[in-house]
């Protein structure tokens, strides 16, 4: 139980690392947050949610080449796994569905 | 000057490398590293360096940390407790002795502490008790016992009110048995039944407001505004009108047709957790005029006064601002009075204000008439159980150490292949917390056997709050902080052993920390000291109140309550009970020597110009006789002189007071005017912790009870003949009756309570103590075995070895002696300098105390070393 399951947050994480497709880590995926998603974490949290991620398959990573800004330490770089994407694309087409069948939405909560 | 610091925290960073799983670290270090580089950038090195920190600390995660061997291993643990519990059954008797002893502490601890809950709960369940306010008059010129009362003149709350913007509220109560308040007679206006019933008070309707009292039936608005209204309690409102709705319904107080009260709303049931419960009527005060012009009345003082303050009122500023009413007020209608010396009369009053929520525990030095809880006492029982938990704690310290030879093998055997100090520590502690929780559980059990008993030790209805939430856990809590607390010096000290000595052999057995284990058996015993020696004293000060020659005679006294429903008839029936043959003598009226009958204060002038206060008891001509009172000048009332009317008997403490050698002839005026014909033997009408005050006898009616006193032994006889014919004197009413001497002790209910309270936990610690001491002789005395099997061949006697063993024990108790019998000498003198009439401590007492700690101590090691020089040599020189 809880393995298909994703939170909201998760799912804004597993976004992010899709969307920078190969290039994700801690740091990246924290920025994005703050700047698309207007939601400002800590690095820890971040880090959390993508070893949950993984732990439930979602993700993958691999160690990076050693940067000099990091004192020679590797970077995680998370990439999405098919696992991943179907679970998006399941959460998506769920939505969509309800988002059809509400009706009038725009006048009724978009500018309320 | 040093140079401001550069890079991230090396702190911060050594944290985390050391806690990070390694798996992690590289990651998480990597990040939190270029995000420093990143705000250093953007907003400086000391702004990233708190980041920095701040990032590691909320790194900090379960899901983070790596596996330390220290922090919980289930395996670890499991493999500890397994061992523990070998020991464990290994020594019976230790495990015994370790477990009973804590778990009777434990015991106490949770009795006494749902004790100490409940008594501190009292009024606290205000919404605004911050803002609650009781009126305390202090004077110095009254005698001490009445230095501080609360005892207020009818217009004080409305002055209050009208002059002080900073009192929101206020309302006046009168309780106790002037005025109708107490006891009374009650009945249904539609009903001829006559109830007792306890429990009255007069309060305003603005009372309601000030102690927030839920009215559940009827307009709270309404309810005791108007004038004859009366508000019950919800449990008398079921019992008088099952099934109706009691608004305005009438009830009918003592027989008084002409004064029906209206019900005018029922209250919830009175916490009893309240200064003022059990209340179950309250009468309204509205339009009442207890005699005409006493509501604008400022000398005489019968009114307790609750206020509400405004929020954010300062209180000792008000206070000072109380001083206001003496000028516009006191003095003004003292100097109306035409009194002499106005300015004296009124003294040196001042006004405090004592919060609401501190009325039940703290009114040391207050006189309020009503029942009351004492901080003292509190803080005592809190005292004792913290020492029964050091007793208890402190046998298992020394019981474990004591023990350590036995251990040391197996801590030198575990070193050598690996263990490291802090395994052994967390060892060790699993076994006290382990013994410590089986204690605990012990403990519950014993704790909720025993809840009846101590409900009646300390006249309570505790219950045992299995359900509440806070119970198990803080009960666990504290068991695994005992196992710990009591584990930690233990667990230290065994796993100091260095493998090479222990190996060896060269460890003296157990020796290492004797003088640790002296110093507790010192501290142990010297506790038993204090608390035996108390003990003595507490009971020779009992005995001394008890068997006190009171100045009259309790015993073989019935009083009849609710009399005045008599009526007329009241002079019939003192007739009708005289003529009986066991009846000695009867005498109608309500002021005895008794807690909870009435009691006043008033001003006499003397016919020297001086002015006396004293209590002004309106009795009969047979009162001194049926009280057995001691007429020592002038002569008693009688029948024959029809002056008496206007004569005045007064006790030895006025007689002193006026400082007549005679006083006899002499007047006194409290607006009427007494001849003094006779004076008693001063008798105790307060408690005896207080000194007598002056009384005054006249001859006049109170109704509301009728003491009768019975020829030697006829007590039970009587006892039928009164009630038969009660029942023929007013069917409707049933017969109320009780024991002077029985009244008399409920007067010292407090005083017992503390005694039998303190009695019970000190032969409790005692106990504990002895468990241990017999403990650590068994164990002392079987390591000597080999050196007394030595000695017995070498032709050493049984009495000698006994000598030998006991020498050591001997010394350590004299030194407790040395330590404890000073000290409850200067605490037993604490404790009777609360009593006015106290016993002389005597050095008999604690040379008593002393013999007795010495036989206890002697006795509980002589199992031991009694066996132990018995023993045959061969047994233990054999390998």
């Known amino acids: ?112 | 000057m040093s140079r401001p610091p550069t890079g991230p925290p090396p702190w911060a960073d050594r944290f985390l490398e050391w806690f990070c799983h390694p798996d992690l670290l590289e990651e998480i270090q990597g990040d939190i590293h270029e995000l420093f580089t990143i705000r250093e950038a953007e907003k400086g090195t000391t702004a990233a360096r708190r980041y920095f920190a701040w990032d590691v600390i909320r790194s900090f995660r379960l899901s983070t940390v790596k596996n330390f061997d220290l922090l919980i291993s289930p395996d670890m643990l499991k493999m500890n407790a397994r061992i523990a519990f070998r020991q464990m059954l290994k020594q019976k008797v230790f495990t015994f002795i370790k477990i009973g002893g804590f778990a009777l502490g434990m015991a106490a601890c949770l009795l006494i502490s749902l004790y100490i809950k409940d008594e501190l709960a009292y009024d606290q369940h205000y919404a605004e008790g911050d803002r609650l306010y009781r009126m305390v008059s202090y004077n110095s010129i009254f005698p001490e016992a009445w230095a501080g009362h609360v005892f207020f003149p009818a217009p004080m709350a409305q002055a209050l009110l009208e002059d002080y913007p900073e009192i929101e509220s206020a309302a006046r109560i009168t309780p106790g048995g002037l005025f109708g308040g107490g006891s009374n007679t009650l009945r249904r206006a539609d009903q001829q039944e006559n109830f007792f019933e306890e429990g009255f008070l007069l309060v305003d309707h603005e009372l309601l407001d000030v102690l927030e009292i839920p009215i559940i039936q009827g307009a709270p608005a309404e309810a005791l505004a108007s004038p004859l209204s009366i508000v019950i309690s919800a449990k008398k409102a079921a019992q008088y009108f099952p099934e109706e709705d009691p608004i305005g319904k009438s009830l009918i107080i003592n027989d008084e047709l002409d004064k029906p009260y209206v019900i005018s709303g029922v209250m919830r049931d009175m916490p009893i957790q309240s200064h003022l419960a059990p209340i179950d009527f309250l009468v309204t005060l509205t339009e009442v005029e207890f005699w005409q012009g006493e509501q604008q009345y400022w000398r005489a003082n019968n009114y307790h006064t609750y206020v509400r303050l405004q929020e954010g009122t300062d209180v000792a500023d008000l206070e000072q601002k109380l001083l206001g009413l003496v000028d516009k007020y006191y003095l003004p209608s003292t100097i109306a009075e035409g009194v002499n010396d106005p300015e004296k009369e009124v003294g040196e009053m001042t006004f405090g204000l004592q919060p609401v929520g501190d009325i039940y525990l703290k009114s040391a030095g207050i006189m309020d008439l009503l029942p009351h809880g004492d901080i003292r006492f509190v803080r005592l029982l809190g005292a004792i159980v913290i020492f029964i938990l050091l007793l208890a704690v402190i046998n298992f310290v020394n019981l474990s150490t004591a023990k350590s030879a036995n251990r040391a093998r197996e801590v030198g055997m575990r070193k050598v292949v690996g263990s490291q100090r802090g395994q052994l520590v967390q060892q060790f502690l699993t076994e006290s917390t382990l013994i410590s929780i089986l204690a605990l559980s012990f403990a519950i059990l014993l704790a909720g056997g025993f809840l009846p008993y101590f409900n009646q030790l300390t006249d309570k209805n505790l219950v045992m709050p299995w359900l509440a939430w806070w119970f198990l856990p803080g009960a666990l809590l504290g068991g695994l902080l005992l196992g710990i607390i009591a584990g930690f010096y233990p667990a230290l000290f065994l796993s100091t052993f260095k493998p090479i000595d222990v190996l060896r052999g060269h460890l003296s057995r157990g020796a290492k920390s004797s003088s640790v284990r002296n110093g507790l058996v010192v501290f142990q015993f010297a506790t038993s000291v204090v608390l035996i020696a108390g003990t003595f004293v507490i009971y020779q000060q009992m005995n001394y109140i008890l068997n006190k020659e009171l100045g009259f005679d309790k015993d073989q006294v019935v009083i009849i309550q609710g009399a005045n429903t008599l009526g007329d008839q009241v002079a019939t029936f003192k007739e009708e009970l005289q003529r009986m043959p066991d009846v000695q003598s009867v005498s109608i009226g309500d002021y005895l020597p008794i807690d909870g009958t009435q009691r006043n204060s008033n001003r006499f002038g003397v016919d020297n110009g001086e002015q006396v206060i004293g209590q002004f008891w309106l009795v009969d001509h047979d009162y001194v006789s049926t009280l057995g009172m001691e007429v020592i000048q002038g002569r008693d009332f009688s029948r024959a002189m029809s002056t008496d009317s206007t004569g005045m008997i007064i006790n030895e403490a006025m007689a002193r007071e006026l400082g007549y050698d005679n006083p006899i002839g002499h007047r006194l005026n409290n607006g009427r005017d007494w001849e003094i014909i006779g004076v008693v033997k001063d008798f105790h009408y307060m408690s005896l912790k207080e000194e007598i005050l002056p009384v005054c006898l006249v001859l006049e009616e109170s109704p509301y009870m009728i003491s009768v006193k019975a020829k030697a032994g006829q007590m039970d006889n009587l006892l039928g003949q009164l009630q038969s014919t009660w029942d023929r004197f007013i069917p409707h009413q049933s017969f109320q009756y009780t024991f002077l001497d029985k009244e008399f002790a409920g007067m010292y209910k407090d005083v017992f309570r503390t005694r039998d309270v303190f009695i019970s936990f000190a032969i409790l610690a005692i106990i504990i103590a002895c468990l241990g001491l017999f403990a650590l002789s068994a164990f002392l005395a079987e390591q000597r075995h080999k050196e007394i099997s030595t000695r017995k061949v070498l032709g050493a006697s049984t009495s000698g070895i006994i000598g030998l063993l006991t020498k050591d024990y001997l010394l350590l108790v004299l030194i407790a002696l040395l330590i404890g019998l000073p000290l409850s000498w200067y605490l037993m003198d604490q404790w009777l300098a609360d009593f006015t009439f106290s016993i002389d401590l005597q050095w008999t007492v604690f040379a008593a105390a002393g013999a007795v700690a010495i036989i206890i101590a002697l006795g509980t090691i002589s199992f031991q070393t009694i066996k132990a020089a018995r023993l045959n040599p061969a047994d233990f020189l054999r390998n």
């Open chain 1, 1 to 112: 139980m809880g393995r298909k399951h994703l939170g909201e947050f998760e799912e804004l994480v597993l976004l992010f690392v899709a969307v920078q497709a190969g290039s994700a880590y801690g740091i990246s995926v924290m920025e994005a947050l703050a700047e698309e998603a207007n939601r400002n974490v800590n690095i820890s949290a971040v880090h959390a949610t993508l070893r949950r991620l993984e732990k439930k398959g979602f993700v993958r990573s691999d160690w990076s080449e050693a940067t000099k800004e990091r004192g020679g330490r590797r970077k995680r770089l998370f990439s999405i796994t098919q696992e991943g994407e179907t679970a998006l694309v399941e959460i998506r087409s769920i939505r969509d569905r309800l988002w059809g069948r509400l009706p009038d939405l725009g006048t009724n909560l978009g500018f309320v």
